[in-house]
RNA sequence: GGCCCCGUCGUCUAGCGGCCCAGGACGCUGCCCUCUCAAGGCAGUAACGCCGGUUCAAAUCCGGUCGGGGCUACCA
């Protein structure tokens, strides 16, 4: 690939590479951009840099301290630590836009100044006309430029007078933006496409684009690696950093994350905040795994691997350009491998939170008998918050039976020999490990000419309560010979009622 | 409508003019293993959107076309 802009990121001499990854806390942090800020911390670590935080919150309306919290939790939990930005400083603070009002003003009130901005009286109204003509006539729609000519000094004491304004940039005319996209390559845009848009709102308050451009000037951002969404307002922050004299920065714009739909992802396709995966039982480590194979790859060798293999291997020229499905069944299957990975220590530490919330404070025996079976568990589990459900039938004395499961094997006419035979078998076991039981009922399905199958489910069904449960031989021996044979017995006594 | 981006199995991708009648992974199907469910092993299914061009040779380069996506605010 020779078309791809400059590739020479680590070249000796060239400084360090600056990324920054710049939610606005409108909204939780979404598995989108979750995937941007990931990329832009596997950039930096692979290409030697800073990773920088900050908060594009310059929405009042929309930002909220809550949006922002679920942002910082996320990229805690993933383990995407920034160097420099909110809640750790550095020598740009602060980092948050809502801090750096005056600067934008000034900014713009510099660029009015020299010229390279107008004042604009335009009314909602007018805008709207325009638009609308524009269309009609198949023109290029947007701001006609109707003030850019308008005398200075007369729009200044208009100003004065009260008149709100807004100011707008004056995008050089005729002329065209042409930059390197670090993953598409160059991408041109024809001024005749780029109004002279707002970057001071008649409140005084900054837009997104002078906002947005003045902090990756003030923060000497290098690489701005951002969704593709904002593909298109490229040239206007282009614009801005030449009109300040600033030096280039180089763009990558990654492809946005679609729904199983090939629409773009978003509520529709259910919660795809990064806090519901959290919630859903998936560990941070396969969220990290999938989300950076969204759209780059490894290497043929594998497609596990963690997030410091990653940085080792990652390099902006070799991501797609090209969108990328979220699926969640790959997903799920990388937590599954990464929880089959786990100590079992480990796994028990992850489902602790969620058993105490299913089981409430843990007795002794509780606490045992989990030690016990999670370790068989583990080797089966896809999603953490599975687990209360695998284990429930260890946890309390009374067992429920599954209708379905009830139905699907005690109904065999063999049932009920099996069970009664096991009965005795076990009864008069001396030693209760899992071994012995297996022992044991080997015997019995000898004696009844039965195989595995039919003989052993019922014994499942009698003492999980479902035909799907750990271990057999290891859950009686979890369960203890007492609770085995009493919940036999209550499963007997079902079948002669029944 | 206008502008911009994108286009390899169902999905994520490898592929940088011959190594490709296209490789890996998930999924799916079958078989094996097996006390259920998983896991594991083996086998299989399945793609270069289409049309032209360049070239001795194209999934790879060019053009067009079709399809998908994004943007088009005093939101970000």
């Not at 900050?54 to 809550?66: G, K």
């Not at 020598?91 to 390279?116: D, F, I, T």
């Not at 001396?430 to 004696?447: F, G, K, N, P, V």
Request: aromatic content about 8%; overall charge negative.
């Amino acid at each position: 690939m020779c078309d791809r802009g400059d590739r020479n990121l680590a070249e000796p001499g060239r400084e360090a590479m600056r990324a920054r990854f710049a939610p606005s806390p409108t909204g939780y942090l979404h598995v989108g951009g979750a995937r941007t800020a990931l990329y832009n911390y596997l950039a930096v670590h692979s290409a030697g840099g800073e990773f920088i935080l900050r908060s594009d919150d310059t929405d009042t309306e929309r930002s909220s301290d809550e949006f922002q919290r679920d942002i910082l939790d996320g990229m805690a939990w993933l383990g995407l630590d920034w160097d420099e930005g909110i809640e750790r400083g550095g020598p740009h603070a602060p980092y948050q836009q809502s801090e750096r009002l005056p600067r934008y003003q000034a900014v713009a009130e510099s660029l009015l100044a020299q010229g390279k901005a107008y004042l604009c009286f335009a009314t909602a109204e007018e805008l709207d006309e325009m638009r609308r003509v524009a269309q009609s006539e198949g023109r290029p729609p947007g701001y006609d430029g109707r003030y850019r000519d308008f005398d200075p000094d007369e729009a200044q004491s208009r100003r004065a007078a009260g008149d709100h304004a807004v100011i707008r940039l004056k995008v050089p005319r005729p002329g065209e933006t042409v930059f390197a996209d670090l993953v598409r390559g160059e991408v041109r845009f024809d001024h005749e496409h780029v109004e002279d848009f707002v970057i001071l709102r008649s409140n005084g308050t900054p837009t997104y684009h002078l906002a947005s451009s003045v902090d990756d000037i003030d923060f000497e951002i290098t690489h701005v690696i951002r969704g593709e969404d904002l593909l298109s307002s490229t040239p206007k922050h282009i614009l801005i950093g030449e009109a300040l004299g600033a030096a280039p920065i180089k763009y990558a714009h990654l492809s946005l994350l679609m729904g199983p739909d090939g629409k773009k992802l978003s509520k529709r396709h259910g919660d795809t905040s990064l806090r519901a995966y959290r919630d859903a039982g998936y560990l941070a480590e396969a969220m990290v795994n999938y989300l950076a194979l969204l759209g780059w790859s490894y290497g043929e060798d594998s497609d596990i691997f963690t997030l410091e293999e990653a940085v080792g291997r990652f390099s902006l020229e070799d991501v797609q350009p090209n969108a990328a499905i979220f699926d969640n069944d790959k997903l799920e299957w990388m937590n599954g491998t990464y929880i089959r990975a786990m100590s079992d220590e480990a796994f028990a530490d992850h489902v602790g939170p969620m058993l105490a919330s299913a089981f409430g404070d843990l007795t002794d025996l509780q606490h045992n008998r989990l030690a016990a079976i999670l370790p068989h568990v583990k080797e089966r589990t896809k999603l953490l918050t599975e687990v209360p459900g695998q284990v429930r039938f260890l946890m309390s004395e009374d067992v429920e039976y599954d209708q379905g499961s009830w139905e699907k094997v005690m109904k065999a006419p063999e049932a009920r020999a099996a069970i009664e035979d096991a009965r005795h078998r076990l009864s008069a076991l001396e030693s209760w490990d899992a071994a012995t039981i297996e022992e044991s009922l080997r015997a019995m399905l000898d004696q009844l000419q039965l195989n595995g199958r039919k003989g052993l489910q019922p014994i499942r069904v009698a003492i999980s309560g479902s035909s799907v449960s750990p271990p057999l031989f290891e859950s009686m021996e979890v369960l203890g010979k007492t609770a085995t044979l009493a919940r036999i017995d209550i499963s007997l006594e079902l079948l002669t009622a029944a």
